[in-house]
């Protein structure tokens, strides 16, 4: 038995043309005839099923290489896009935390004004340095 494809497909090409050719009257009984034809129109739809499976194949492969060049390309783009997320994600969070130190200090400074009120008791509401203060933190609360 053959290995080669190639080889086994051209012989089965000149087997057709054989079949075709061949009119031997000794032979051409209605059976043998009939026969004949059956195993030439076998060989041709397998002549045709074999031409018409390479080009599919071809076509597929084609496809294959295109869609795995489109996935690669697509997947570098996902993680430059990811990339820049991470990034703009960690200057967002320093500007939160920036944001939020700030607060906080103003927080602290208004206690302290508020403490330092308490111990001379004064009035919280006429202390232009502790409504200055809150004014301040609120506008960074309401920021946020």
């Known amino acids: 038995?053959?290995?080669?494809?190639?080889?086994?497909?051209?012989?089965?090409?000149?087997?057709?043309?054989e079949y075709?050719?061949?009119?031997?009257?000794?032979?051409d009984m209605q059976i043998n005839v009939t026969f004949r034809k059956r195993q030439a129109e076998a060989i041709?739809?397998?002549?045709?099923n074999r031409e018409r499976l390479l080009k599919?194949?071809?076509?597929?492969t084609n496809n294959n290489f295109k869609l795995t060049?489109?996935?690669e390309n697509k997947r570098?783009?996902?993680q430059e896009t990811y990339k820049d997320v991470r990034e703009e994600l960690k200057e967002l969070q320093t500007k939160v935390n920036k944001?939020?130190?700030?607060?906080?200090?103003?927080?602290?400074?208004?206690?302290?004004?508020?403490?330092e009120l308490q111990q001379e008791y004064k009035d919280f509401k006429d202390d232009?340095?502790?409504n200055t203060l809150q004014e301040i933190y609120y506008m960074f609360v309401e920021d946020k």
Request: with cysteine; aromatic share 4%.
């Open 56 to 60: 599919e194949n071809e076509e597929l």
């Open 76 to 78: 570098k783009e996902y």
């Open 44 to 48: 041709e739809n397998i002549l045709s």
């Open 69 to 71: 060049t489109e996935l």
């Open 128 to 130: 232009i340095r502790l």
């Open 99 to 115: 944001h939020n130190n700030l607060v906080e200090e103003i927080r602290s400074k208004i206690n302290e004004r508020q403490f």
């Open 1 to 17: 038995m053959s290995n080669n494809i190639e080889k086994d497909i051209e012989i089965l090409e000149s087997m057709l043309e």
């Open 20 to 27: 075709k050719n061949c009119s031997v009257e000794e032979i």
